[in-house]
């Protein structure tokens, strides 16, 4: 089985885009795998990541806040720092 690093690095950086921001989070959609939808990955003002994928909402919910992150939230930070944002 893949680790999450790995498959975040299979996610082209064009499934990647900055959805809005507001006065608590920045949010991005990441196309999902299967070409059909997104997940909504956002970040708040703590550094704090969310993720809507089944595996965000099914595993890093039941952790210390903060403490998991998805594929999904890897390839947004990931794309982060390849831009120099």
């Not at 809005?20 to 990541?49: M, P, Q, R, T």
């Not at 809507?52 to 390839?75: M, P, V, Y």
């Amino acid at each position: 089985m893949s680790s999450r690093l790995e498959k975040a690095t299979l996610i082209p950086s064009e499934n990647i885009h900055e959805s809005y921001l507001d006065s608590e989070y920045i949010f991005y959609e990441v196309k999902g795998s299967d070409g059909l939808g997104y997940y909504l990955v956002a970040c708040n003002h703590d550094n704090l990541w969310r993720c809507t994928c089944d595996d965000f909402t099914g595993r890093g919910l039941n952790k210390d806040e903060g403490s998991f992150l998805c594929k999904h939230i890897i390839a947004v930070i990931l794309h982060i720092a390849q831009k120099g944002v």
